[in-house]
């Protein structure tokens, strides 16, 4: 079965810094992978998703995923983190021909001033 | 906003009593997941509907939960007898339809969070 492990439950950045955030997956098939970011008492947003075109993926509120499939990894990136980025983060696996989503434990974002 | 409503947004019910939330997913989109997701953890899945059919259920899934679809549209998850473990807030999610190219992404609404006494 396919799964996710977010690294770090709590990353925390000063404004202007880079974001990165962790995401390692294991699938025995080729996996499509997505970023959430919640706020607080919200549902989930979607960020952006990886569905086997390009590996380098661009989201909304200028974010980013490279997909590795030799690392097994799906890291979320921010060049330049802002106040309004301080979220619940989460990503998430699904194979095609299974009908749920699994997801990470998610990666609290703070960013100081 | 994704479409996708819940009502209600929060619940506080005591152990022991029955409660219902309701999902509206988006108008278009045949297929309605439920997830539960506790505090410091993503979302777990519970349940999957494709129009009125419930097609998958997951062990999280006791007996005292129930969900249905009756018309296709909206949906319902039912608990009884809460307990406090129940304690969550409880996520629909509608994705398009397959067929029409947007099979990858689920929608999520704002879920309901329900608290146990």
């Known amino acids: 079965a396919q799964s996710v492990t977010q690294l770090g439950s709590h990353v925390s950045v000063s404004e202007g810094a880079l974001v990165l955030l962790r995401c390692n997956y294991s699938?025995?098939?080729?996996?499509?992978l997505f970023w959430y970011v919640q706020y607080p008492n919200q549902g989930l947003q979607l960020l952006l998703k990886y569905t086997s075109a390009a590996t380098l993926v661009k989201g909304i509120n200028g974010f980013e995923a490279e997909f590795k499939k030799s690392e097994t990894s799906f890291h979320l990136t921010k060049p330049s983190a802002h106040m309004s980025d301080a979220a619940e983060y989460f990503c998430?696996?699904?194979?095609?021909?299974?009908?749920?989503?699994?997801f990470g434990a998610g990666t609290r974002l703070t960013v100081k001033p | 906003d994704t479409g996708v409503s819940q009502n209600p947004r929060h619940k506080i019910t005591k152990r022991g009593q029955n409660v219902t939330f309701r999902c509206d997913p988006i108008s278009e989109h045949n297929r309605l997941y439920w997830y539960r997701q506790t505090l410091g953890q993503g979302p777990e899945f519970l349940t999957y509907?494709?129009?009125?059919?419930?097609?998958?259920k997951s062990r999280l899934l006791s007996d005292r939960f129930s969900a249905e679809r009756p018309k296709g549209s909206f949906s319902t998850l039912e608990i009884q007898r809460t307990e406090q473990g129940d304690s969550a807030m409880y996520l629909c999610a509608s994705p398009p339809d397959p067929l029409a190219g947007g099979r990858d992404t689920q929608y999520f609404g704002p879920g309901t969070r329900l608290t146990v006494l």
């Open positions: 998430a696996v699904m194979v095609w021909g299974n009908n749920d989503m699994r």
């Open positions: 509907f494709q129009n009125e059919a419930q097609l998958e």
């Open positions: 699938s025995s098939v080729p996996p499509y």
